[in-house]
């Protein structure tokens, strides 16, 4: 609006734009303004966006407007959901059952959890721009083995229910015997981690037994391993020394689910012989957060090493000797496994992961010895003051947290949750006389105590006649049995005993943050992955304490804000996916798959087909979902693509005919993981329903369908979204995310069921539970909420628009350099394209990983790399990037062109040139041994802005090879470090 | 605790051990453990901490241990004051009078207010290493000069109303004729404003005169300046062009309080002839928070550009050519004006500056344009709506903001008040038939109005016929008079047009921050300062909507939580200072010592003797102290020091009976500013009460007395105390800062009054104002709040303990290689020693600044440089300072010695060596064409850690000297950074 005029003017504005909040989102979240788009547009030869999107999108399959959802302003959307989840009330919970009361360190609060710089970064699959959350990824790693007794650690699963489920996978499958296929589960383990074992043994063919661990038959010799809890759900520690014997006697093997907290001063599993130990770390410091996200881990023996599920940081070295981190066995992530694979874990839970690493090292071992002695001692206090009461009777005998309480009247239990409910704290219900108290290190305090004496104090009618400090001054005793308290040291390495003031950790935090490129830094254009704004007004919501006190099994009533909001969430993603129904249940993109897979199943076997088990997948399909197909017990048959990146039409024509009485699902990605539109599409469902067979879709993509179409409007059956990728869910170093699906009518009763489901709205037909709570992550939740409700349907197509536009924008200015590999019919990609780098090593031994490192040098993240296509780079911007910023980086690839010109010239040596030694750290810069035949210059300064502003990578190329031979994923002595070339 | 035994065991805790929270926090704050404390001391010969205390603290200063406050545990400590100040009452706030809602980006929220990375740097007095924030404070004057149409802007004062008295000093100070000593106040400038200026008018010489602007009788002469306000108190906008040519016909000077949002669509007060132009950044961006704090500005013609108060960024350039920012004219802060000083600012508002003009980057001109027009249509639409209710009066015709409404009922303007406070609103109440209503970027809505409309048909009985949709619809005249529409552009710099996406402030942040050194990165030694830890649990509470939200002038009954917290930390600040009563008003330590002084002046005036104005100042004394002194009219008279640092007892007596008759009072640091605690201090206190005058102690030092001896207890009479030293306020890159003063019994009437103080306590003997707002800088006190309850009275002293003991090991270390200039009887310091640099120069050519810059080559901020004395480092570890921490720092010293060592031996060259050249960028060693006689890695790396944990100054060394020759205070053109060397 213009300024002023010089005569007195009239209100220019309608009362519409008068009273418009001036603090709207969209133009914050797109990157590029109004006029710089429609400048990009006519460089592209589109008048309107219309123009491109039309030439873009296939005319079939554009949708019908969105329901209209008018934006709010930042902080009118803030306000909102403050006053929703005001709804959720806040409740002492003694609930336990795998979820406590945890402090997180306002340090690690703010400088992780709020701390962009920690919570944009990809998965690190750049090592030398990582090595910060590598490094706090292996203290994890450590502190795992070392709490557990165990060889190795991955750096986090989704839950600890589904790392149970890992768990029965790689027992199942490294079983040597014959007939080995049950899984003898104890009936003491949490129930959700036995519903989700049990859903994911059925495909496999594994039967799951449920018994107590003192009645399993292991002599009939079919067991292929046996899962028990420690301690248990109910409290009790058992002596497993002996079960553990038994089962390595029969040919089985021990998988003990555990607590950290409790391993402080617990014989560790691995000291009695476990094979396996799941569980999670939420406790350490990570908020409940009404169930997730948290870091479950997964530890196990040396010889199970390299059938280990999810991420493996392990020690290699650099090219130049040096001690540097990386991803062990990364590149099995997209590609390798596929359906070979036992596991499709891709997003695992990294910020979460580091969160509680971070609250180990701030604590150190013996803070979080302190923290287990005084929650162990509490219990111990309620438990003997609980005795006090005439017909409440204890027990538990050995137990670290958490109190079994059987009444000996009828239905007091039902009176003793109401009671303390009017006291606003929440016990766990079991049946009409039983009743568990857990402990955590929030509600281990006298106050907390007395008032449970209250508790059964009414329901008993009697006076309280020992109150805590009583019962605590009388002489007590700690009810762990002898030959388990714990007697080996653990985390005796220095990073967990070196920063124990906030000072020390604050740097220790930010030393590990400043050597990882995050989006505060730059762009990063990983194709596939959608490395979008993750803003500020998004994720204020996620450290509210309403968000992040609840416990995941409160009753519905006092979930009332969270549940609102989901429902607002489902129906909105309903909307925008074209389907009848969501869930949001699976918490990654690959537990989607398979929560899709599974309703399909289902759906399949209740029309009378069970047979129906082929499931169709492209070549360029992810790995994740060959994996997720072949966890579902589905045989993989693999269509061509064609010469376009097309599905080749024919051959899926072929093979649906073949495999027709078969068939149970084609599994496709739209746009194509190739970054096209694919005109066919419409056939290809239409060819597949005719057969018989459903349709999935891969919803990594859908940040080019919002708006502009659908996968339910396309006719697709099953599909999941990524929410850490189109709906702004930041992906926190590798994790957490999201992975709902939305399903057409047909199958909205096959949704996954939960025992612990407060909407109770399982059909019958419902399938397992999925994840460990109903909602998985709900406390992410709100980012996607925020995001829809601040962009507004109109705000929505603009994104989908931009990242269009964007990356035709960039594929124009790349073009001239660099062979792009498929487009659609009017020569323009989707949201994102590939470069093709195989046609530059004849002439001059460049592959795309030199480029890839190369553009470090730049400040920049590589784009995805040979990712679908090997040798190949597939960059996609997405919508929130600044047009400064894509020129940047198109300025980055076009010098570098010209730096392997120089090679296939014989101006740069072959072996020893820029490109080949990239990065170049500054250690390597500054060297007074260069002899590099290349200026220094021109290694660290390729352009000019890099002079006053310079990211530099802290290691240099990794030696993969040697990292493979080593596989070293603990934290390695200091001296390892004191040999620095 | 150990870890379990092996047998059964009772509890091993007492009922206190077990009960206590796990999350103590003075052990956080604290950086040394109890071990390392212990080794220490036998390092240093003591076999307890009570040994090196009374070694070191004269046993006739030591205090009685105070009243016992029991630490709280972090998350007790939090969660009670959200409690407490969840008693304040947040209304939508119509009051205005230079304090407006506005929305801080939750972009910057998070990325500034709430990064340690931006809140811990200190004042860049390292301008290599601070080149992020002096770009930003940089921003910010080319944003004042831009929106005043001034040449010249500071980059903040501490609040409005002395910014507008700084004015009056410079009219004063530079009025060239004689008998120009009336400084004339429209009645229209906002009553804390006029209050202020009343206060220091009087000390200086200057009548204040206070008549509508319409009245001042300037042919009369006498005038030394006029200050008006634009938009006035009442909302009318006027023309000051005729008044403008008056003033300077008359030859006096202009002063414009003004508003930034007005300024967006307002002619700029340089454009009709101001000289100064003052106000309040708060509007952008920056939280009410009950006062405080905010950035004022002060702009000024070109003519005064060396008479400007406060602190300026200039553009200089480095050793190597290239641009580079510093503080012009820094020097003078600690040292060279002194007695001849017109102003005492030091600590200013930085942060908030940074806040301030980080929002209107975000908004660009554009959308301050918009937000401007939006609450100017509001107003208006408001204005015109309300004409409907028979019985008001609209009073406004030109205006802005705010709307003056006259009620023909008498006492309607109570009803209305009331009215209004029924419906949660706030309105500034006038008198009896008077009201003002403020429109600002929150309250700027559809409800907002109708809301108020509702309030005049409740008070006058009648309906809302035309509601504000209606009003807008109609055709309302904005009534901004024509010639008083801004034409010129502002804000056309690129700094101020790139950044309008999340991600692209985001990454500008980001960038601005990594340049600089803040406590995230390595200890700030600097004596004087305190950099101590500035923990989360302290900082959390700030950005609460309790704290923020919260207009200043609001009733005392909406303000219960500030209140009551403000009673118990004055309680607390008393007893650790000794003292009967507290002030919390002054929000720096120079403020601090205006009042106090002011205070001491109102005493001696009050027991009829008038005269007493002599003040006696040590030259070791801090710059601001004989600033302070001659702002409040009195004579400094300087005491010499002896060899040993301590007041020359002889000279001071010499002192106290040459001036007797005249001695108003005494200012002394204690301990002092050589750092230490001076045994004779009693006597010197009681030499000047015994001669008939006062003690001000400078409680800068205060970190070395808490809980060991106090200010009061030797028998001071004011002391103010730096709650950004001791009391853990974040020094903000150079403010905020709170400065409260305590005194003695005798004194306690005379403290400052304030014209909207809730509490009512003046006496009648109250003196004036010193702040604009009653409590200033209220919503930072929480920091200090949080931290006296965390660290409770035993956390408090061990804290002392503990500064004294780092000091004393560093010493220690450090004595071997540099000559350590004072210490105290038994060979020890208090909590910071100087090291004298001068003994090198002969030999070397070394000066201090050169080894403050190699250790820049080191990660390290330099200590304070040739404070007190010219050619020394003042080190000042903290409690905070982790054990390895002031190793590090120690080795670098010492290794800086042995390059010293090179060139006194002839090693190295004399002009060309590793310190002469400090710091060394990358692009210096990186360069291909390095020069120097010495390896590159020696420049980069003379520490092996350097190689993976390098802190990189931006440019080099600064070129002082330049840049005092070329002041250039506003953003350079582009071109400037492209000719980079
Ligand atoms: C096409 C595609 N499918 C599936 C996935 C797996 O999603 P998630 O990592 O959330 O498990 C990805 C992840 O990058 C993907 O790009
Ligand atoms: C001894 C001494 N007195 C006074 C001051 C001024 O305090 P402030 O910067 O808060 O105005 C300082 C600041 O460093 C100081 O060190
Ligand atoms: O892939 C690895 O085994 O490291």
Request: hydrophobic content about 40%; glycine content about 8%; proline content about 6%.
């Amino acid at each position: 609006r213009a300024v002023l005029s010089t005569t007195r003017r009239a209100l220019q504005a309608t009362p519409d734009e008068l009273f418009a909040p001036a603090d709207t989102f969209a133009r914050r979240h797109i990157g590029v303004t109004e006029k710089e788009q429609a400048a990009m547009l006519t460089g592209l030869g589109y008048e309107t966006m219309e123009g491109l999107i039309s030439a873009t999108v296939p005319a079939v399959i554009r949708r019908q407007p969105m329901k209209t959802v008018k934006p709010q302003s930042e902080s009118e959307a803030l306000a909102d959901l403050r006053t929703l989840l005001s709804q959720n009330k806040i409740f002492r919970s003694h609930i336990g059952a795998g979820y406590y009361g945890t402090k997180t360190p306002p340090v690690i609060l703010r400088n992780i959890l709020e701390n962009p710089g920690w919570y944009t970064p990809y998965t690190p699959y750049q090592a030398e721009i990582s090595q910060g959350r590598l490094e706090m990824l292996l203290n994890f790693q450590t502190m795992i083995q070392d709490l557990t007794g165990m060889a190795i650690a991955n750096c986090s699963l989704l839950d600890e229910a589904t790392a149970a489920a890992e768990a029965m996978n790689l027992c199942f499958n490294s079983s040597t015997k014959k007939g080995q296929n049950v899984f003898y589960v104890s009936s003491d383990v949490h129930p959700q981690t036995i519903a989700v074992v049990r859903t994911r043994a059925r495909p496999i063919g594994v039967t799951v037994r449920v018994v107590h661990h003192s009645k399993f038959e292991l002599d009939a010799g079919d067991a292929c391993g046996v899962l028990v809890q420690y301690p248990a759900t109910n409290g009790t520690v058992d002596d497993f020394t002996a079960l553990s014997k038994k089962v390595h006697e029969v040919g089985s093997k021990l998988v003990v689910a555990s607590d950290l907290l409790a391993l402080t001063i617990l014989k560790p599993p691995g000291e009695f012989g476990a094979d396996v130990v799941v569980g999670s770390a939420q406790r350490f410091g990570v908020p409940m957060g009404y169930g997730g996200p948290h870091a479950a881990f997964f530890a196990a023996k040396e010889e199970h090493k390299r059938k280990m599920p999810g991420r493996i940081i392990g020690v290699s070295r650099d090219n130049r000797g040096n001690p540097a981190l990386r991803m062990a066995m990364q590149t099995r992530e997209q590609h390798i496994r596929r359906d070979k694979a036992t596991s499709n874990i891709c997003t695992a839970q990294a910020l979460l992961a580091n969160t509680a690493v971070a609250y180990a090292i701030y604590h150190g071992p013996n803070g979080l010895k302190e923290i287990g002695n005084k929650v162990h001692g509490v219990a111990t206090v309620f438990a003997e003051g609980a005795k006090q009461f005439e017909g409440v009777e204890v027990k538990s005998q050995d137990f670290f947290d958490t109190i079994h309480l059987h009444f000996k009247v009828e239905k007091a239990a039902e009176q003793v949750i109401k009671a303390a409910r009017k006291r606003q704290i929440n016990l766990r219900y079991i049946d009409e006389q039983n009743v568990y108290v857990s402990f955590d290190e929030t509600n281990a305090t006298e106050e907390a105590v007395n008032d449970l004496f209250q508790v059964l104090a009414e329901v008993t009618g009697l006076p309280v006649s020992s109150p805590a400090r009583e019962v605590a001054k009388s002489n007590v005793k700690l009810p762990i049995i002898p030959t388990l308290a714990r007697t080996t040291p653990f985390m005796t390495h220095p990073v967990f005993n070196s920063y124990h003031s906030e000072t020390a950790m604050l740097r220790y935090l930010y030393f590990l943050q400043s050597k990882d490129l995050s989006l505060q830094t730059a762009m990063i254009p990983l194709g596939s992955c959608t490395m979008k704004l993750n803003a500020t007004s998004e994720m204020i919501p996620v450290t509210w304490p309403e968000c992040g006190a609840l416990h995941p099994f409160v009753p519905k009533g006092q979930a009332e804000g969270y549940l609102s909001m989901m429902t607002t969430l489902e129906a909105q993603l309903a909307d925008i996916t074209g389907f009848h129904a969501v869930s949001l249940q699976p918490n990654s993109g690959a537990q989607g798959e398979y929560a899709g897979l599974m309703v399909i199943d289902a759906y399949q076997r209740h029309r009378g087909e069970p047979d129906r088990k082929v499931c169709l997948i492209p070549t360029s399909a992810h790995g994740t979902n060959p994996a997720s197909a072949s966890m579902m017990g589905m045989t993989v048959v693999v269509v061509a693509c064609d010469e376009k990146g097309n599905i080749a039409f024919e051959d899926l024509k072929k093979k649906v005919l073949m495999h027709k009485e078969k068939l149970s699902c084609l599994m496709i990605t739209y746009p194509s993981t190739h970054g096209v539109f694919e005109e066919a599409v419409k056939d290809v469902i239409q060819l597949v329903h005719d057969n018989g067979g459903q349709v999935y879709m891969d919803g990594a993509n859908l940040n080019a369908q919002v708006g502009l179409c659908s996968p339910g409007g396309m006719g697709a059956d099953v599909c999941h979204l990524n929410l850490h990728k189109t709906f702004c869910i930041p992906h926190g170093g590798g994790g957490p995310g999201m992975g709902p699906i939305g399903v057409a009518k047909h199958l909205a009763d096959f949704l996954p069921g939960h025992p612990y489901d407060p909407r109770n709205k399982d059909s019958e037909l419902a399938t397992g539970a999925v994840s460990a709570a109903p909602f998985s992550s709900a406390s992410i939740l709100p980012i996607s909420y925020m995001y829809l409700r601040m962009m507004g349907d109109s705000g929505l197509t603009k994104a989908t628009e931009v990242a269009i536009l964007n990356a035709n924008y960039m594929l124009k200015k790349l073009k001239v350099a660099y062979p792009v590999l498929y487009t659609g019919k009017s020569g323009t990609c989707a949201h994102e394209f590939i470069l093709d780098i195989r046609p530059f090593k004849a002439k001059s031994g460049i592959v795309e990983e030199d480029i890839a490192k190369r553009l470090q040098d730049f400040n920049f993240h590589a784009p995805t790399m040979s990712f679908p296509v090997p040798g190949t780079l597939m960059v996609e911007p997405t919508e929130s990037e600044p047009l400064a910023e894509l020129d940047r980086f198109c300025e980055a690839m076009l010098i570098i062109r010209e730096e392997i010109r120089e090679i296939e010239d014989g101006r740069a040596d072959r072996k020893d040139n820029v490109l080949k030694n990239a990065p170049h750290t500054h250690q390597e810069v500054v060297s007074d041994s260069w002899k590099h035949p290349y200026p220094r210059e021109k290694a660290a300064y390729p352009v000019r802005y890099l002079r006053t502003n310079k990211f530099w990578p802290t290691v240099g190329r990794l030696d993969n090879v040697y990292g493979d031979r080593n596989l070293i994923c603990s934290c390695p002595p200091l001296e390892t470090y004191e040999n620095l070339s």
